[in-house]
């Protein structure tokens, strides 16, 4: 873990709850002048602990009604990684994409208009060379959804 001062702390928690604030905003709410927080932001950049600012938006509002996670089970012989992971990457269906200790080696998270679209992605998936096999399991409900929470939590200890 990166050591971050007080200040730092207290200038990720605005940034993480409105990042749209101005630079001033954020400096009097965190008792510390604009040029400061200036600085601390261009430092937290540079040393990649902010990776970018972005606006949250809603998926479903946007069209992409149906949100899916697929499990992938590879042939362990195959070259499997190397071979697909750039094609995945690629798919813009795919918000996630990580590499699991179980049963399965892959989960995917995808967001999707309805099922005829994610029936074409996990075809595509499906006709990846060294996938052996796969299982999709359609969210119904979203009780949580934030990634910020652990965020939050570390920032506040």
């Known amino acids: 873990m990166v050591n971050l001062t007080k ?9 993480l709850q409105d ?6 905003a954020i400096a009097s709410r965190i008792g510390a002048t604009r040029q400061t927080v200036s600085k601390r932001i261009r430092r937290l ?9 972005s ?11 149906l949100r899916a996670l697929i499990l992938i089970k590879e042939d362990p012989k195959s070259d499997f990684r190397s071979k697909n992971e ?5 798919l813009r269906q ?16 995808v967001f999707v208009e309805d099922n005829k679209e ?12 060294g996938v052996r096999e796969t ?8 009780i949580k959804d934030n990634r910020e929470d652990p965020l939050i939590r570390i920032l506040q200890e």
Do not use: N, Q, W
């Open 55 to 65: 606006a949250r938006l809603d998926p479903e509002v946007l069209g992409l009604g």
């Open 86 to 90: 750039e094609k995945m990457k690629a």
């Open 94 to 109: 795919i918000s996630g994409f990580y590499y699991i200790f179980g049963r399965y080696d892959v989960v995917l998270e």
């Open 7 to 15: 200040l730092d702390k207290k200038l990720l928690l605005e940034l």
């Open 135 to 142: 299982e999709t399991m359609i969210v119904h409900s979203i």
């Open 45 to 53: 950049v540079e040393s990649g602990i902010i990776r970018g600012f």
């Open 118 to 129: 994610l029936k074409s992605i996990v075809k595509e998936i499906h006709e990846l060379e």
């Open 19 to 24: 990042c749209s604030r101005p630079v001033s």
